[in-house]
């Protein structure tokens, strides 16, 4: 028994036991704390939902599963104030991914690992990404705007010296969002991090205002 316990507590996903009804063996603390099994038993309809059919077929299942954080995980968090760079600020919502699967005649082991950070990293890369064809739309369609009427205006040379200059403009933009684009792959790596260093939000902000002013 103490082995067994040994090995549970070695596993890098949190684990409980439980039998086909979904009453709990055995649970460690970490699992207690997604709140996916109270007063020793099941309380997530999913998971008891996965158990019946691992039951019945014996076939393993895993699923992604959206649940709230408990109110203890969320005291004092959701302001984000006091949060030191590199860290996140955790969110009402908790992505967990469950595993059920069958260990022996009417024992099955619960499985879960929080995948919370991983999910809102990839909405904030579909936001960024959004965000970042919006701002590259700009400046190219500018540019094939401006070309446009420097060959409708080829006679007037103070008109195509005026509109070259703004193609110039929209170029010098377009190769700075380049820019950032790479200095953010490049903030990526575990490099970059090692020479973090703080800045002012407020003057990042104003010269983000003073850029889109014109």
Do not use: C
């Amino acid at each position: 028994r103490t082995g067994e316990e040994a090995f549970m507590r070695a596993l890098p996903q949190a684990v409980a036991l439980v039998d086909g009804n979904g009453a709990v063996q055995y649970a460690r603390d970490d699992i207690e704390r997604f709140g996916l099994i109270a007063a020793g038993h099941v309380r997530n309809s999913e998971i008891l939902d996965m158990l019946a059919q691992v039951e019945h077929d014996g076939t393993t299942r895993e699923r992604e599963l959206e649940v709230a954080r408990s109110a203890a995980d969320m005291a004092g968090t959701h302001s984000g104030r006091g949060v030191q760079a590199g860290q996140s600020v955790p969110s009402r919502e908790q992505y967990l991914s469950v595993r059920v699967s069958r260990i022996g005649d009417g024992l099955y082991a619960l499985l879960a690992v929080d995948i919370s950070e991983r999910r809102h990293f990839e909405q904030m890369r579909r936001e960024f990404m959004t965000n970042v064809a919006h701002e590259l739309k700009t400046p190219t369609g500018a540019i094939a705007l401006l070309a446009e009427t420097i060959a409708d205006a080829a006679d007037d040379p103070d008109a195509v010296k005026y509109f070259s200059g703004r193609i110039s403009k929209e170029s010098e933009r377009l190769t700075e969002l380049v820019h950032r684009l790479i200095d953010l792959q490049k903030a990526q790596s575990a490099a970059a991090m090692l020479n973090a260093e703080r800045l002012s939000v407020l003057s990042v902000a104003r010269e983000a205002l003073a850029e889109n002013q014109g």
